[in-house]
């Protein structure tokens, strides 16, 4: 099965224009139409499965993909009710649910797909004392560069000059000497070591290992719906293991739909574990990141695995 071929006879993403400008929303999907399944997502590589749910999707059923810009737009459209179900960062989810609001992890997306990246001259993080590191705050990349700069005996925020950056804003900071280093997310990581950029340390080696990227949707559709939930599930499973089993098409697919140039795709692939299984390994990373969120005091309190995940049956 050719994924690109299929998609351009088959299906076209929807952006989902009028609906995000719906007013008087209920904060419950709109299930008028019960056979179109809504996922909002974001124009990265590892975000990318949504685009294949219509290739595993029952006849009859239609996915509206709407791509967004953040995973708090993704959130936000998820709990106004406009999207069903959403691919995007756990940070998020971990924060909504610490905030009380209604949503929930279904299953894991993708692991990895971020990377501390510095010039050639930086040989690891001590390197970085009086340095300035671009980075997202709140993001997953955060905690883990923090996590690695304290264990370097350096304090983030007054051993190293910390600038938020947008992901898309960080390659062409780093390339003009704008910042030293940055923890962030591909395709920048590729785009910068493909231009001689190097790695300052594994950022996959701190106790929130390799987690990044989940589908979620909200508590009252997993409990009032599960039969659509579970249906979604079963789709996201066969596209993320066809997409992982298949890397030369998953890259096709991502160039086709988002124009990445291909040799920055070989590479960020290789740092890029899509999945959507979530085991015990899985739910002691999301506990870690909870207390290091709480711990920054982005959250007040850190929720548990068991009070972000919503198990399906």
Do not use: K
Not at 65 to 92: E, K, N, W
Not at 119 to 136: F, K, M, N, Q, S
Not at 277 to 302: F, H
């Amino acid at each position: 099965m050719n994924i690109t071929a299929l998609r351009t006879t088959t299906f076209t993403a929807v952006v989902m224009t009028s609906a995000l400008a719906l007013t008087g929303c209920t904060g419950e999907p709109d299930r008028e139409d019960d056979d179109v399944i809504s996922i909002a997502t974001q124009r990265q590589p590892h975000l990318y499965a949504p685009y294949a749910y219509e290739d595993f999707a029952p006849e009859g059923t239609t996915i509206e993909v709407v791509p967004m810009d953040t995973s708090t737009d993704q959130m936000t459209a998820l709990l106004s009710g406009d999207v069903d179900f959403a691919l995007m960062g756990v940070p998020t989810v971990i924060t909504g649910v610490s905030e009380g609001s209604d949503i929930t992890l279904i299953a894991s997306g993708a692991d990895g797909g971020s990377g501390l990246i510095g010039d050639a001259e930086i040989e690891g993080v001590p390197d970085l004392e009086g340095r300035t590191v671009g980075y997202v705050p709140g993001s997953s990349q955060e905690m883990a560069f923090r996590l690695l700069a304290e264990e370097a005996g350096l304090d983030p925020d007054t051993d190293i000059n910390m600038v938020n950056l947008g992901y898309a804003d960080m390659h062409e900071a780093l390339s003009s000497g704008d910042i030293d280093a940055f923890a962030g997310a591909e395709v920048g990581v590729s785009l910068s070591l493909l231009d001689g950029a190097e790695p300052v340390e594994d950022i996959y080696t701190t106790p929130l290992g390799p987690v990044n990227i989940g589908l979620a949707t909200t508590g009252t559709l997993a409990e009032e719906n599960p039969e659509l939930v579970n249906e979604l599930l079963g789709i996201h499973e066969e596209a993320t293991a066809h997409l992982e089993a298949n890397p030369s098409e998953w890259i096709e697919a991502v160039q086709g739909q988002f124009s990445f140039e291909n040799e920055v795709l070989e590479q960020a692939v290789e740092n890029i574990w899509l999945r959507s299984d979530i085991d015990e390994e899985y739910r002691g990373n999301i506990d870690e990141l909870a207390l290091q969120m709480q711990e920054l005091e982005i959250i007040s309190e850190a929720p548990v695995a068991d009070d972000v995940v919503t198990e399906m049956e």
